[in-house]
């Protein structure tokens, strides 16, 4: 793993500066820290998240083997046995060796090497680094040794707050600022960096994913909802007590348990606490606790009523004829069995008809008979469809896949004014038509050319027909979050660097919706899809500016609006936006994936039901 050197910012350099005026870095003004016998891990760790020997070499630190990592990261934690009494000061610390290490857990070793601070993800990724000594000399004193206690994590030892503020001489950045265990959760999760670290019973947060990890949280009532999952409902009121744990034992020898959101892993889970890339602080479990399943099942939604129009809209994730029939088979279950056969249904990541393959294809056809024919064998409607073709490779997404949004609609129950045919260039827009607001091309793209869907899902627009009302539905699938900085991040507050985008992007939708509001006040118009971002963010503020759009789903208590779980926070992505005149409805985030370790997509569906 090559290493990602820390840069040198003011508060950076200054910790350097100082531990020379110490002579705790090699330099002209002080001795080699390897010529120093007395320098212990707590003097590596140091009361920063940067180490004041960075850059240095060390020689004979001491300590007990912790753990040891032979895949991935490869390496070994060791802790001190003669702790000092700062409790801002870590007492583990990692020793990368690149290979397969030689040590093993209990074995009482010196270890020489280079104190660096790593960055998971590069420089670039705004992640904190990890404290560590590379290129190591380790010398084995004894073996078979007890390992260090382990310091319990608990709900009464994190604190309340999340993060102290950065400092703005610092570009944001608190690598700089000293810790304060006591008053910031990350600040005590740093603390304990390296160090051998236990958590008892404990509620799933985040299910098992691929990559054979999940989420805990060490405060059960911390924003809990009823199905065990904890809501991220604001940027300030932060889940500290989620905590990331994987397995030290390779998958080969021991699988990685399949745990639900709600679920418990119960007993102790113990081993060093690491940094990753993805999310943060982890539980590196030497001694993994066991998984009870409390039953969580999946949600079904009530059927529409005669007189309801039920709206639904359903990310499929990257559906394309390549993918398993089982996967169509599931997801069109789903769309029968857990959305109750929605009237109009948006759907977003429909691929081409060769998926990935990226040969120019940009046709969905395939894509879209194998999804119908499957909901029709599954007692589901004959559900016709509606889209316009992206161009080649111009709409984001996996390249060659050309993801597109798509509308299906149950003609036995809402007809579709098709009008103007458009391509993927051609704007749509609106005209009064017998009194009403009307599309000049339905299906049609907003603003395609719009600077705001560059490498982006440009919004899909129809007008639809329920029993002699028209209706307008927007699908949208706007940019990712791929840039923004973790919560973790040594910027406090992080930088979201992609809301810049999905701000751009509302800002189109609502002047088209005020546009068709212009032309018609009481239109019915909806604004659904995978908005790719929370209830509260700017982004909504941006789409419902004016009173044009309501985001739906803040109708649903606080402990209920999530369609998605990321890092062990159950939050919102999708929703569905309602115009003025709708209003009176029933919504529904209809949980049937984000919560399960077994998905047939990432995302939750959402439905709407009114009476036009």
Same mark, same amino acid.
């Given at each position: ?12 350099? #200054?910790? @350097?500066?100082? *531990? ?14 390897? +010529? ?160 051998? @670290? ?13 990559? #054979? ?71 590196? *479990? ?30 499929? +994730? ?15 279950? #789903?769309? @029968? ?11 977003? +990541? ?5 998926? $990935? ?16 024919? *499957? ?124 809301? #810049? ?87 529904? $985030? ?23």
């Amino acid at each position: 793993m090559p290493s990602s050197v820390v840069p040198r910012t003011p508060a950076v350099a #200054a910790l @350097v500066a100082a *531990a020379l005026a110490a002579g705790l870095l090699a330099g002209s003004t002080g001795a080699s820290a390897a +010529e120093n016998p007395s320098v212990r891990i707590h003097d590596i760790q140091g009361t920063t998240r940067i180490s004041p020997l960075a850059g240095s070499q060390v020689a004979d630190v001491p300590g007990i083997v912790t753990g040891v990592r032979t895949y991935g990261s490869r390496g070994f934690w060791i802790q001190d046995t003669r702790p000092d009494d700062d409790p801002a000061t870590s007492e583990g610390v990692f020793v990368y060796t690149g290979s397969v290490p030689t040590v093993s857990v209990g074995d009482d070793v010196l270890v020489s090497g280079t104190v660096g601070e790593y960055v998971p993800g590069g420089t670039s990724s705004g992640n904190q680094s990890v404290t560590q000594i590379s290129k190591p000399t380790v010398t084995v004193l004894s073996q078979g040794n007890t390992v260090p206690a382990p310091v319990t994590v608990w709900a009464w030892s994190v604190p309340s707050a999340y993060a102290p503020q950065g400092d703005p001489e610092d570009g944001g950045s608190i690598n700089g600022r000293t810790l304060r265990p006591r008053s910031y959760a990350l600040d005590y999760y740093e603390s304990l960096e390296g160090t051998n @670290v236990r958590i008892g019973t404990s509620r799933v947060v985040g299910a098992t994913n691929r990559y #054979a990890e999940l989420w805990v949280t060490v405060k059960p009532w911390e924003h809990a909802n009823l199905r065990g999952g904890t809501v991220y409902g604001s940027y300030g009121s932060q889940n500290t007590g989620r905590l990331k744990v994987q397995s030290l034992t390779p998958l080969a020898e021991q699988p990685f348990p399949d745990a639900n959101v709600g679920d418990l892993l119960g007993g102790t889970t113990e081993g060093p606490l690491d940094f990753n890339q993805y999310g943060g602080y982890t539980l590196a *479990a030497r001694t993994l606790g066991t998984v009870h399943d409390r039953g969580l099942r999946p949600e079904k939604t009530r059927p529409q009523r005669s007189g309801e129009l039920a709206v639904a809209t359903y990310n499929v +994730e990257n559906l394309d004829p390549s993918d398993p029939q089982e996967k169509f088979d599931a997801l069109a279950r #789903a769309v @029968v069995e857990n959305l109750a056969s929605p009237d109009i249904l948006a759907l977003e +990541e429909i691929q081409d008809d060769t998926g $990935s393959k990226n040969d120019g294809t940009v046709s969905a056809e395939r894509t879209l008979t194998m999804f119908t024919d *499957a909901i029709r064998a599954a007692g589901g409607p004959a559900y016709e469809w509606r889209a316009v073709d992206p161009e080649n490779n111009q709409d984001g997404g996996q390249p060659g896949g050309n993801i597109r949004q798509v509308f299906l609609f149950n003609p036995e129950r809402v007809s579709f004014t098709d009008r103007g045919a458009a391509d993927a260039t051609t704007a749509t827009g609106v005209v009064r038509e017998r009194g009403r607001a009307a599309l000049t091309h339905s299906p049609g793209r907003i603003d395609p050319a719009n600077a705001a869907w560059e490498d982006s899902r440009k919004p899909l627009a129809g007008e639809f027909s329920f029993r002699g009302r028209p209706v307008i539905v927007i699908a949208n699938h706007f940019a990712s979050k791929g840039g923004d900085e973790s919560l973790t991040s040594h910027h406090q507050p992080p930088n979201r660097s992609s809301e #810049a985008q999905r701000l751009l992007q509302a800002q189109t939708v609502n002047t088209f919706v005020k546009d068709v509001l212009a032309t018609e006040r009481r239109a019915r118009v909806l604004v659904v899809g995978d908005i790719n971002d929370f209830e509260f963010s700017g982004t909504t503020r941006a789409l419902t500016d004016g009173g044009v759009l309501h985001a739906a789903i803040t109708s649903l208590p606080r402990s209920e609006r999530y369609s998605y779980v990321y890092d062990g926070n159950s939050q919102v992505l999708d929703q569905i936006l309602t115009s003025p005149a709708i209003r009176r409805f029933a919504y529904d $985030s209809v949980h049937i994936n984000a919560e399960f370790a077994d998905q047939n997509s990432d995302h939750d569906p959402q439905v709407l039901r009114f009476r036009p």
